[in-house]
């Protein structure tokens, strides 16, 4: 069990305390923080309270966080697209529609439940049961390279490199709209959205630094195919990022339009083209990049054509 104490600010003052406590814990949500309530793991002042308690500049709110219950992952023996493999890393071109880990509601069908059937017993452990062998991660529909540690050697180095922001992350994008620039950076910090907890949003308050380099490789009047360089990695960054200077992703329906112009495509477009990380063991540079899936082969093709 986790306990957590906390203490309002001046702008926090009269918050309701469900919603300050959704505030301080993004990641869990309202409904289970009020379930938390009502079971009395949460006081204000070392008393119980219920949801719509009003939080106060004097208050001291603790919270006691369950354990969460573990579902057994198995392996399972899904097809990979390695791009390289070795004793102590293993690169794979993850396609879209594929989650990284298991969490709530994917808990089969992951990249961990692939690779634990791939690499039997030899991934790292530090990052617990559900998440063997991952370091970092790339959402869903996005497609392309992530690499997975095989031992915890490996994962210490690879988690060092990337707080170092020493990692090269290179994507292929295809953007809303005719970039002005040739090139540019977006800097703003990223933290949860104001009112829409499961979006993304540049916050100046609660955001972490974020930092996109972009470039222009095509242009088709109406959309632009662009390179994005990483410099961090946070949470939706070149997705949010685009979309804050009136650019987002093509498909991206969280961040873009609600509608999709072009039918049939799988969330956003966007691809992890080139990783390059120092071999942990030999202390090499190591680059990889991932060949472009077909749909997106297609798509380009289908602008190049419009575009004539």
Known sequence: MEIYTFTPDEEQKNLRIDKFLSEQLPDQSRSYLQKLLKEGNVTVNEKTV????????????????????????LPEDIPLDILYEDEDVLIINKPKGMV?????????????????????????????????GIVHRIDMDTTGAIVICKNDMAHQSL????KEHSITRKYRALAHGNLKEDEGTVEGPIGRHATDRKKMAINYKNGKPAVTHYKVLERFGAYTFIECQLETGRTHQIRVHMASIGHPLLGDEVYGPKKCPFKGLQGQTLHARTLGIIHPSTGEYLEVNAPLPEYFIELLDRLRNICR
């Open 100 to 132: 990284v880990h298991p969490s709530a509601g994917h808990y089969t069908h992951t990249v961990v439940n692939a690779v634990m059937f791939h690499c039997k017993e030899h991934l790292s452990g530090i990052n617990g049961v559900m998440r063997p």
């Open 50 to 73: 219920k949801a719509n308690y009003k939080v106060q500049l004097s208050d001291t709110v603790k919270l006691e966080l369950p354990e969460p219950e573990c579902p057994d992952i």
């Open 159 to 162: 988690a060092d490199q990337l």
